[in-house]
């Protein structure tokens, strides 16, 4: 990696965690219990389409780890971890396919995301019975992703207008 994105890379990864901790400081939505926005997915999303999926993937995974150590505990991570892959893997295919663009990979991965963390759930409270709030997040997950997906598609959109998505980044 060049200098430029390496110092590029860094600072998202400083814009992830920051958004991560805004996020954990906004009021829980009632009618939806551990429904969140997503706001460091629009990082993700961002470096997906400016930098490529090497970078997104390293800002994902170390942002997660860092939180995770930062602010959580074990189960925090783990439950960070899947839903991070799920809707990163998600994302990456949407994207390489060439047929969606960021609010369609975005409220896609933001399912995934759901879905990834209602699976640890069954395996780490040994029972099927969170099967039944996958609906209700996947709703959430579509609204959120779609939320986060307008915004990405904007930022990367001027992001690259201002040379900071350059080829030569």
Known sequence: MKTKR????????ALAMI???????????SAVPGMKLGLTNLVVLTALIGLGWREALLINFVRIVLVGFTFGN???????????AASFLVMLLLWKSGHFGPVGMSAAGG???????ILVAVFVLETGKVMYYLPVLCVSGVAAGAVIGILGGEVAVRLQKAGIFAEDT
Not at 6 to 13: H, P
Not at 19 to 29: G, H
Request: charged letters at 5%.
């Open 6 to 13: 390496i110092a590029l890379t860094g600072l998202l990864v």
């Open 111 to 117: 399912v995934a995301h759901n879905a990834g963390q």
């Open 74 to 84: 074990t189960f925090s991570m783990l439950y960070a971890l899947a839903g991070g």
């Open 19 to 29: 958004l991560s901790y805004v996020e954990s400081l906004l009021p829980a939505f």
